[in-house]
T-cell receptor
Framework: EAGVAQSPRYKIIEKRQSVAFWCNPI?????LYWYQQILGQGPKLLIQ????????DSQLPKDRFSAERLKGVDSTLKIQPAKLEDSAVYLC??????????????FGEGSRLTVL | GESVGLHLPTLSVQEGDNSIINCAYS??????FIWYKQESGKGPQFIID?????DKRQGQRVTVLLNKTVKHLSLQIAATQPGDSAVYFC???????????FGKGTMLLVSP
């Protein structure tokens, strides 16, 4: 079974530029998550989708971050404009049900963003 | 021994020793907990979970203990191997809420 795919793996941009990350979850997984992981810290949830609807985006900085999952499968996370403090690894995860935070989340390898 | 680094507490053990990684959680309403392992350059990987109606749960070479009185859980790894070297995170969840909140993590270093 293929895992969660993310791209690009690495991205370096200057502040105020924009960047987009793509995620393809495990086939059939209804729930998709984007997490931000700053170096030395645990992942922090940015947004959770159930199919193509948003379940939780309370921690998403909506003035600069946006995410979509239009067809309930792939998802993109965009940052515009980027700030220095956005330097982090952006992890995508999926699970088979609503989960409610329960059960196993399958994570991709992440997209490492460096903002100069 | 256990030490606090710049960002992550670090536990250094010898191959074959048993390892104990501790986690203090903050929310007394949390009733579900998961341990994840994260190797360098990879995403977190599920290890084991436990619900608050249990004090102990065992997996293959791993045991999770939960003490709700002091809001503490631990992950015990038996016969630690070099391949166990990674950062370990505990995560907590409150019933009815979708958010899984991760702790700061502990780095486990296993010497051959």
């Amino acid at each position: 079974e293929a895992g969660v795919a993310q791209s690009p793996r690495y991205k370096i941009i200057e502040k105020r530029q924009s960047v987009a990350f793509w995620c393809n979850p495990i086939s059939g997984h209804a729930t998709l998550y984007w997490y931000q992981q700053i170096l030395g810290q645990g992942p922090k949830l940015l947004i959770q989708f159930q199919n193509n609807g948003v379940v939780d985006d309370s921690q998403l900085p909506k003035d600069r971050f946006s995410a979509e999952r239009l067809k309930g499968v792939d998802s993109t996370l965009k940052i515009q404009p980027a700030k220095l403090e956005d330097s982090a690894v952006y992890l995508c995860a999926s699970s088979s049900g609503l989960a409610g935070g329960r059960g196993e989340l399958f994570f991709g390898e992440g997209s490492r963003l460096t903002v100069l | 021994g256990e030490s606090v680094g710049l960002h992550l507490p670090t536990l250094s053990v010898q191959e074959g020793d048993n390892s104990i990684i501790n986690c203090a959680y903050s929310n007394s309403a949390s009733d579900y907990f998961i341990w994840y392992k994260q190797e360098s350059g990879k995403g977190p990987q599920f290890i084991i979970d436990i619900r608050s109606n249990m004090d102990k749960r065992q997996g293959q070479r791993v045991t999770v203990l939960l003490n709700k009185t002091v809001k503490h859980l631990s992950l015990q790894i038996a016969a630690t191997q070099p391949g166990d070297s990674a950062v370990y995170f505990c995560a907590e969840n409150v019933s009815g809420y979708s958010t899984l909140t991760f702790g700061k993590g502990t780095m486990l270093l296993v010497s051959p």
